[in-house]
């Protein structure tokens, strides 16, 4: 998800992905492991970007599968879920921004952070010399588990229980064009009383199939 002026899919979003990349390249070569190709590459990407100034920045978010489990890893207000097939959230990263720092402190709830006047600031972006990465815990994937990453074009426009709803079963594919169908709708046609901020719009579904 791009700041800074620049949108998500440019410039500053492209060097974080390719650093990745080369990283995790890095690691398959050597037989390293991928938390620390990971680490890696968003280190390099930070100082890429810092180096090229202007406010090139963007946010993060990464998530490291291993056979069954997942590390969820990210920078800024973009966000990782984890769904269980019966609803069950079974993680939700915090977004590093003041308004996500009031939900995560019981100050404010999901409704009033999402039509907060201050929800599209964040403290956190690759591309910052105080640049932190949030890592995660190694949490067990069960068969049929979803996983959500996205920018805050998502979770700024859906409620999680919607988010919830609309992925925990059925097919992934149709799961993504209902949630960008809704974003879209609550984007240019805004309702009362529902969230609606103008925003890119990226994500990434996973789930994990039973095994045979």
Do not use: W
């Not at 090139?56 to 489990?69: C, D, W, Y």
């Not at 019981?106 to 990465?133: C, K, P, T």
């Amino acid at each position: 998800d791009g700041v800074g002026g620049l949108p998500a899919g440019s410039a500053a979003s492209a060097v974080a992905v390719r650093s990745i990349e080369r990283s995790l390249g890095e690691a398959a070569k050597e037989a390293t492991d991928l938390r620390g190709a990971i680490i890696t590459g968003i280190e390099k990407a930070n100082q890429e970007l810092a180096e090229r100034g202007a406010g090139a920045a963007t946010t993060l978010a990464a998530v490291e599968i291993q056979n069954n489990t997942v590390r969820p890893y990210h920078v800024g207000d973009s966000q990782i879920l984890l769904i269980g097939q019966k609803g069950k959230v079974k993680l939700l990263t915090k977004s590093h921004s003041p308004v996500g720092y009031a939900v995560e402190a019981g100050v404010l709830d999901e409704e009033e952070a999402m039509h907060h006047e201050q929800r599209h600031v964040i403290s956190n972006a690759v591309g910052s010399s105080e640049m932190y990465i949030e890592i995660g815990s190694a949490l067990e994937m069960a068969p049929r588990d979803t996983l959500v990453i996205a920018t805050d074009g998502l979770f700024d426009n859906l409620h999680t229980e919607e988010i919830v709803e609309i992925c925990r079963k059925g097919p992934l594919s149709e799961a993504g064009r209902n949630l960008a169908g809704r974003c879209r709708a609550r984007m240019v046609e805004p309702e009362e009383g529902q969230p609606s901020k103008p925003d890119d719009l990226s994500f990434i579904l996973y789930r994990r199939k039973p095994s045979r």
